[in-house]
């Protein structure tokens, strides 16, 4: 596990558990939004992030999650 996610985001790493990507339910979690918000943002392209697709299910960068929370979104 990355130690700057431990530090600065300890909730975001509690879900992440040293995953590279996270499922929409707990990136919501991560994030503090509901999961149908993830999937309106994938759905109309129109988020601050977007997902990567696994075998065709949503799949959200912890990298990217981090990025948002810490309000260097794009």
Known sequence: MVPELSEHFPELA??????????THDAAVAINRAAQTLRKWACL???????????????W?????????AGDSK
């Open 61 to 69: 960068r912890v990298a990217d999650l981090r990025a948002l929370l």
């Open 45 to 59: 392209e129109n988020g601050p992030i977007r997902p990567i697709r696994i075998n065709g299910r949503l799949a």
């Open 14 to 23: 509690a879900v992440a558990k040293g995953r590279d990507t996270l499922p």
